[in-house]
């Protein structure tokens, strides 16, 4: 790989590589596999991929993901695509606590029902409301479209209304009483409004707890991957 990469040295294992991930932490599911990684403590090395400057088109990231998007993992040799993928394989082959991707098969069964509907749920629900707010006003110095935002934001709305109800419940969190995969999927989707100011879960009581208690078991991890949404938002705060 080019040394345009910014490399990131963590702790090694004893007879094992450590775990090479490239990611770009304004990606959401790059800081999920970011914070899983550090609040685990498996040993591994951030090569950081700048898609602002295009660093997932160059021809040596392309050999290794044709798709050229990030996060990408390899360990020893074997390349892995796909946040989803990603953190339960990391989940099953390194020693993290059992509740993170549950082994009893009801529990797995329930993170995975997660996983499957965060794709054309959560994600696409929130990102759209951050492209509309912080990319598109970016790339075209237009404001948003008030009429798209506003169909977005309602999109979003439903979303957040049946993580509530069909996720949450009266649970601690969205499979049950322990964190798992499914929270740190979804609580890195839904912070990423928050860089053009906007907090989505502002109105919901039962979130805002659940968010609390996401950040709380992540202890400094999650605050860490955040910085750079953190300080996207203070400058967002700091133009009005």
Same mark, same amino acid.
């Given at each position: ?69 990030? &996060? ?7 390349? #892995?695509? $796909?946040?989803?993928?990603? %953190?339960?394989? @990391?989940? *099953? ?50 404001? &948003? ?7 977005? #934001?309602? $999109?979003?709305?439903?979303? %957040?209304?049946? @993580?509530? *109800? ?75």
């Amino acid at each position: 790989m080019s040394n345009r990469f910014q490399e990131y040295h963590e702790s090694d294992m004893a007879g094992r590589k450590a775990v090479e991930v490239y990611l770009d932490l304004l990606s959401q599911p790059c800081r999920a596999v970011h914070i899983f990684l550090n609040h685990n403590k498996i040993p591994h090395m951030v090569k950081t991929v700048a898609l602002r400057k295009g660093e997932n088109k160059t021809p040596e990231f392309t050999k290794l993901n044709p798709m050229q998007k990030v &996060p990408v993992m390899v360990d020893n040799g074997f390349v #892995l695509t $796909e946040s989803d993928a990603i %953190l339960k394989y @990391l989940a *099953t082959t390194y020693k993290v606590p059992e509740h993170w991707y549950p082994q009893q098969p009801e529990r797995r069964a329930r993170v995975d029902e997660y996983t499957a509907w965060h794709h054309t749920n959560t994600r696409p629900h929130a990102a759209k409301v951050f492209i509309m707010e912080v990319l598109l006003p970016r790339m075209t110095g237009q404001p &948003p479209d008030p009429a798209k935002l506003e169909r977005a #934001l309602a $999109e979003l709305g439903d979303t %957040l209304g049946k @993580l509530e *109800t069909m996720f949450l419940k009266r649970q601690p969190f969205l499979c049950g009483d322990d964190i798992t995969l499914a929270d740190l999927l979804a609580a890195c989707e839904l912070m990423q409004p928050l860089a053009g100011g906007r907090d989505v879960l502002k109105d919901r009581p039962l979130l805002v707890a659940w968010k609390s208690r996401v950040r709380s078991a992540l202890k400094d991890s999650f605050d860490e991957a955040h910085g750079v949404l953190y300080r996207l938002r203070d400058k967002s705060r700091a133009k009005l």
